[in-house]
């Protein structure tokens, strides 16, 4: 099956630093993909999403970039405080046209932010 | 607008035994998606539901089903529970379009002994 995998299990970094966490895809078909961030005892939380037809997208203090040449796919969080730490998943959506909702998920990388 | 709800939150059963959790989608929403989290495998996909229909199944047995009724509220079952179905069941909810961003509920932790 399709997969999407992360390069790093775990991250730390000091407070006010950016933070950047790399997820690879396999599926060149995909065309939409979501990074989540899971607080522990929590369920994915939504931060940001990017369509295949971009190469970047910004939100508030994270920005997504996508290489699809490549299949890579980044996040990144400027000015990384305490509430940052969590574990970030990316996620593609592999079945593009389809119009259904099967989101194949990465293992997870762990963010820790050293005060 | 309120989020996405799922009960019970924990849940204690033994072998053999059978469960349901609930799901409460985020309201408009009409597609549910469920997922088992575990530490061994990660996030997978059980199966979608949209207008009470199931859209869209992973790969799991047929241990594992799912409904959903016309308020767009779901429901999953698990029978005959095994040891290894100890999981953080989460459900999210979409519009339904397709390709678009799933809200997550806060989980039912399961835990079969």
């Known amino acids: 099956g399709e997969s999407v995998g992360l390069h790093l299990p775990t991250l730390s970094v000091q407070e006010g630093d950016n933070s950047i966490i790399n997820c690879a895809y396999s599926?060149?078909?995909?065309?939409?993909f979501i990074w989540y961030k899971q607080e522990s005892g929590k369920g994915p939380q939504f931060i940001i999403d990017?369509?295949?037809?971009?190469d970047k997208r910004q939100g508030q203090r994270v920005t997504v970039l996508l290489n699809k040449t490549v299949k890579h796919l980044s996040l990144q969080i400027a000015a990384t405080q305490p509430g940052d730490s969590a574990v970030y998943f990316c996620?593609?959506?592999?079945?593009?046209?389809?119009?259904?909702?099967?989101?194949?998920f990465g293992t997870g990388t762990r963010l820790t932010v050293i005060p | 607008k309120a989020g996405v709800t799922q009960t019970p939150r924990y849940l204690i059963k033994t072998r053999g035994q059978q469960v349901t959790l609930s799901c409460s989608p985020i309201?408009?929403?009409?597609?549910v998606s469920w997922y088992q989290q575990t530490p061994g495998q990660g996030l997978q996909f059980l199966f979608e539901?949209?207008?009470?229909?199931?859209?869209n199944k992973g790969n799991f047995p047929g241990r594992f089903s799912g409904r959903q009724f016309s308020n767009s509220r779901s429901e999953m079952n698990v029978s005959t529970l095994e040891l290894g179905d100890s999981a953080l069941y989460l459900c999210?909810?979409?519009?339904?379009?397709?390709?678009?961003?799933?809200?997550f509920g806060p989980g039912t932790r399961l835990l079969v002994l």
């Open positions: 999210a909810s979409s519009s339904g379009q397709g390709r678009e961003t799933q809200y």
């Open positions: 599926n060149s078909a995909s065309d939409y």
């Open positions: 990017i369509r295949s037809n971009m």
């Open positions: 996620a593609e959506n592999t079945q593009p046209g389809r119009g259904a909702n099967n989101l194949f």
């Open positions: 309201s408009g929403h009409r597609s």
């Open positions: 539901y949209f207008s009470e229909t199931q859209r």
